[in-house]
């Protein structure tokens, strides 16, 4: 069921990204499917998403990280490049940002709105489920997407709107071992 779910989201995303309409369509679902996550986590917390959410969402990440890295040219061993998924997604799923840069260099993703984010804080007052829907489900689908490229690569959240700051900041990094 988690591939199944990881494949539905990835194709749905190509055909938004090739059918501007359906962008709508697939915010509303994503808006649907947060509802859903948000009565999961508000009967049983965290270990809720455990055994569903963040495996499938991680599925998601990996499944489409192949297509994305052929889609973009990425270069697997440029932290930017392999966060460049953001450049794909967020003009798809209602996100806005930019890039800037680290003092130390990194490049860091910075989203100024997002429509899930939004939809978070309709569906639920739990700030701590909001924050842990971003630093598990959204870590999880990033941090597999970089990664099933480079396996060096790493996805830092240093700051999030669900958690009231004014932006999210996801910092890409390649850490060698």
Not at 7 to 34: D, E, F, M
Not at 47 to 53: H, P, V
Not at 59 to 81: H, Q, T
């Amino acid at each position: 069921m988690k591939t199944l779910f990881a494949y539905y989201l990835h194709y749905s995303i190509i055909l938004a990204h090739h059918i501007k309409p359906l962008r709508k369509v697939l915010q509303a679902g994503n808006a649907l499917l947060i509802k859903l996550v948000v009565r999961q986590y508000e009967r049983g917390g965290l270990k809720t998403w455990q055994s569903f959410w963040i495996p499938a969402f991680a599925k998601f990440g990996r499944s489409r990280a192949p297509y994305l890295a052929k889609k973009m040219a990425i270069d697997v061993n440029d932290p930017k490049s392999l966060g460049s998924y953001h450049d794909y997604e967020d003009p798809i799923l209602g996100v806005e940002g930019h890039w800037e840069t680290t003092e130390s260099g990194h490049p860091v993703r910075v989203e100024t709105a997002c429509v899930v984010c939004d939809a978070l804080k309709a569906a639920t007052e739990s700030k701590q489920c909001r924050a842990d829907f971003c630093r598990h489900v959204v870590a999880a689908m990033e941090q597999n997407t970089g990664e099933a490229l480079n396996p060096d690569y790493r996805v830092e959240i240093h700051d999030l709107m669900t958690e009231d700051a004014e932006v999210c900041r996801f910092v890409h990094k390649i850490e060698r071992k």
